[in-house]
Each structure stands twice: as C-alpha cells, then as structure tokens.
C-alpha cells in the first residue's frame, strides 16, 4: 500500500476516521478533497466527500460533489446511497434523501456496495417519514422481493 503525503489510500484512511470516531467534518472534507485530487475516478473519495457535506449542512456544495462524483465515476453511485443514508436521518432532507435513493437504484449497484434491496428498504423509511404509507409499502415489498431476508419484512409486516 502506498503511504505519504501523496497516499490517496492515506488520505481516505484519514478521512473516514475524521467521519467517524473523531466526527471532524472539516477535516474529514480536507482530506477527502485530497484523495480527489490525487485520484478523482476512484468512488471512496467522492462518497467521503459527500458525508462531510452533509454532516456540515453544506446543502449547495454537496449536490455540486455529487454532480461531480457521478462525471468521474459514472459506473458507481455510491455517493449518492451514503449522502442519502444521512438526509434519511433528518426529517427536513427526505425529499433529498428520496432523490438520492432513486438516483442509486437507477443501475445496478457496484460490488461491495449497498444492494438495491437495501436501497428499496431505506427508500420505504423515507417515504413513510413522509407520511407516504401506500408508497413505502410498495419500496418495502420490493426490498423483500429482492432478498426475503431484508429488514423491510419487519417495517412491511408492522404497516399491513
């Protein structure tokens, strides 16, 4: 593995432990800009990227990221899923967070990333926080339909 200032695997090391246990979002963005700038087409960057934004409320700057995200890596929408997971959380970013789930499911997700049944079940929670009963139903059946071991069997067998 290659180490140092010009490491882009340094730099994503760094910031997802600025994500996570530090909860440095300035920072976590710092070094996710780097690892960009060393290597723009590789996905963990961007999707990086696209938590700090959210976790810093930087709503303008975020959709530019995964504009971006989606040029450099068009195969690989992961950004999208990660940044929706965290708009999900927030009951005033559900129309972004629905946005972004149907933008991950519009092709097939990429190895080691979030399945569509995954995608399907978050997508149902989004709508029913939306109070979108009858929709959500319907992203919970197709969670299921994809893997009928999915959580979305406990939200849908609670909504019926």
């Known amino acids: 593995m290659e180490t140092g ?3 882009y695997q340094a730099h ?12 440095n979002y300035h920072d976590a963005e710092v070094q996710a800009r780097e690892a960009l700038r060393i290597d723009p087409s590789r996905a963990a960057a961007h999707g990086a990227l696209a938590v700090s934004m959210v976790r810093q409320d930087k709503w303008t700057e975020l959709d530019a990221a995964l504009a971006d ?3 450099a890596v068009p195969d690989d929408f992961n950004p999208y899923y990660r940044a929706a997971l965290l708009c999900l959380e927030r009951s005033s970013e559900l ?3 629905e946005r972004y789930f149907r933008k991950y499911l519009s092709q097939e997700p990429e190895p080691y990333t979030a399945s569509h049944s995954s995608a399907h079940w978050r997508l149902g929670q989004v709508l029913e926080k939306g109070s979108r009963r009858g929709e959500a139903i319907s992203e919970f ?3 299921v339909k994809l893997d009928a071991e999915s959580p979305a069997k406990q939200d849908l067998k609670r909504l019926k």
């Open 95 to 97: 129309p972004r967070a």
């Open 5 to 7: 200032p010009a490491s």
């Open 69 to 71: 995200a989606e040029k």
């Open 12 to 23: 994503i090391s760094l910031a997802n432990f600025y994500l996570g246990s530090a909860k």
């Open 141 to 143: 059946q197709a969670a």
